[in-house]
């Protein structure tokens, strides 16, 4: 699906220098080569619904492109077919729909694989919104949703019954960044041939390839750092082969699931400066933890990179980076200490869509949306990304938080 590069310039077949490229050069040049569109750098935007046909026999035969070739704009445009094209590459896998959201993307894998009468197993931390797909949709259709815990592993053998189709997951997990370990519950999906599906947001397709250890299904949230720009929504999903593509774009297409071709474009924008963007991030992300490790009310750091974070190896041995967003768990805050901790923040913003360029910074509370809560995340956690500002002045406005907190704490 994605070889428009060897079709080009060589024979079919013929392995392409790019698959041996580093990342950095893939996300510049992943998509469409200019070559294919008039020698225009970026895909540009085509705006289709009808698709019109010179003969009767050319409208007759218009299914045989379905998914390929542009037959009607719900199933997709050049604008989608790019960007689709340009993710499989970065998730090395066999081809990609995109979707209107991340939660589209996520709503769509699960409707395309379980059904009524199935057994759905999913890991305690996924996206809050997923969680309430699963409640107030999924399980009226008739499917048994059960979690586990996220450090599960190899024992999730015990949980998986015959009528088990898939098993979803998010790692790390939202707000708590639990690490689950991927290779060992694929491992056992594959020899009882269940599906597996996971949510790879946070370390996006470059610091984290989920098909390269069995996954299925790789999703990402595009409205966060692929599109990296705050201002547009779309989702993808990536499958590890042909068959598993066709019944996600053929869900699509019942759901009439679409993208956007210009929030298409703006994602594929976005893409070409990802590897730059994402190191930045990373590195912000890392001298903020280190700053808060030093902070006396700081209990905990949920940050995979962070050598005391308890996914830490798995971290290691699984991912090639971290992006910037995190969590810091305080001594408990009181509702005082909270506003005059967030409502005096200059730089850092209160929003809760991160991925974009901004430094946000919002109270989050874990424990109501897990079957398992942990009582370490009882106390207050704030949940960081860091942005692309100077470090130096995020720090300047977290010493201006903490102080109010302390300033507080020494009147009382
Ligand atoms: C934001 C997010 C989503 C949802 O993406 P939208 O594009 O906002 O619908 C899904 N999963 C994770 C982990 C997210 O952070």
Request: proline letters at 5%; aromatic letters at 10%; charged letters at 20%.
């Amino acid at each position: 699906m994605n070889d428009d590069r060897a079709r080009d310039d060589a024979p079919a077949k013929t392995p392409s220098p790019a698959d041996e490229w580093q990342e950095a050069t893939r996300t510049v040049h992943a998509g469409p080569r200019p070559s294919s569109q008039s020698g225009v750098i970026n895909p540009p935007v085509y705006r289709a619904s009808t698709i019109v046909y010179e003969t009767v026999d050319a409208y007759m035969d218009r299914h045989k492109g379905l998914y390929d070739d542009v037959i009607y704009g719900l199933y997709g445009t050049k604008s989608t077919y790019a960007l689709a094209e340009a993710i499989a590459e970065l998730e090395h896998g066999a081809a990609t729909v995109i979707t209107s959201s991340g939660t589209s993307a996520i709503a769509l894998t699960l409707s395309a694989f379980v059904g009524a009468g199935d057994h759905l197993l999913v890991a305690d931390c996924i996206y809050g919104p997923a969680r309430k797909f699963l409640s107030d949709i999924l399980s009226g259709f008739g499917v048994e949703i059960e979690y586990f815990k996220p450090d599960i592993a190899g024992s999730i053998a015990s949980l998986c019954r015959p009528n088990t189709k898939l098993i979803y997951m998010e790692t790390p997990g939202s707000q708590t960044f639990d690490l689950i370990d991927i290779p060992a519950i694929t491992e056992v999906a594959r020899a009882k041939g269940i599906l597996t599906a996971v949510d790879n947001t946070w370390a996006t397709p470059l610091y984290f390839k989920p098909l390269r250890h069995g996954v299925d299904v790789s999703i990402a949230s595009a409205t966060k750092y692929l599109s990296g720009h705050s201002d547009c929504l779309l989702g993808s999903m990536t499958a590890a082969n042909d068959e598993i593509y066709r019944q996600l774009k053929d869900v699509a297409a019942r759901w009439g699931n679409c993208a956007s071709p210009d929030d298409c474009y703006l994602v594929q924008r976005g893409l070409r400066t990802l590897d730059a963007r994402l190191e930045r991030h990373q590195r912000t992300a890392s001298t903020l933890v280190n700053w808060f490790a030093q902070q006396p009310e700081v209990k905990a750091i949920r940050y995979p990179a962070f050598a005391e974070d308890p996914g830490h190896a798995i971290w290691k041995r699984d991912f090639t980076g971290a992006t910037g967003l995190f969590g810091v768990q305080l001594d408990a805050l009181s509702d005082e200490e909270t506003r005059a901790f967030f409502n005096g923040l200059d730089i850092f913003q209160l929003g809760s869509s991160w991925g974009g360029f901004e430094s946000l910074a919002v109270p989050a509370w874990p424990a109501p949306i897990r079957a398992f809560p942990n009582g370490e995340q009882d106390g207050a956690l704030i949940r960081i990304h860091a942005g692309l500002e100077a470090a130096v002045d995020l720090i300047a406005d977290l010493e201006a938080a903490f102080a109010r907190v302390r300033a507080l704490r020494r009147s009382s």
